[in-house]
């Protein structure tokens, strides 16, 4: 069993930054397919990013060059630092780990407003 929790999240106006750190316990999350999700009001929830145990990373398009994910294994945390935040960032983030056969545990969620 791995429990994740979110920090980090909050309101920044646009073209502010912010940095969601997703900290496992239960498990190393080394071993873990990680990814990053988010959901807007009256949207399904979409990918953001992700990263591989191997430390390949993959993003959504809207947050190509601006958003970057990383491991800090010493930490056992997963990191999405955000700059240049828009508007349309805004929405619950989502940490996610996932393992098959079976193991994929999601963090409760933390709110990021992008506003003037």
């Known amino acids: 069993q791995v429990q994740l929790v979110e920090s980090g999240g909050g309101l920044v106006q646009p073209g502010g930054s912010l940095r969601l750190s997703c900290a496992g316990s239960?498990?190393?999350?080394?071993?873990?397919?990680m990814r990053w999700y988010r959901q807007a009001p009256g949207k399904q929830r979409e990918l953001v990013a992700s990263?591989?145990?191997?430390?390949?990373?993959f993003y959504a398009d809207s947050v190509k060059g601006r958003f970057t994910i990383a491991r800090d294994n010493a930490k056992n945390t997963v990191d999405l630092q955000m700059n240049s935040l828009k508007p349309e960032d805004t929405g619950v983030y989502y940490c996610?780990?996932?393992?098959?056969?079976?193991?994929?545990?999601w963090g409760q969620g933390i709110q990021v407003t992008v506003s003037s």
């Open positions: 996610n780990a996932y393992k098959p056969p079976g193991r994929n545990f």
């Open positions: 239960g498990s190393i999350l080394g071993i873990y397919f």
């Open positions: 990263i591989t145990s191997g430390g390949t990373t």
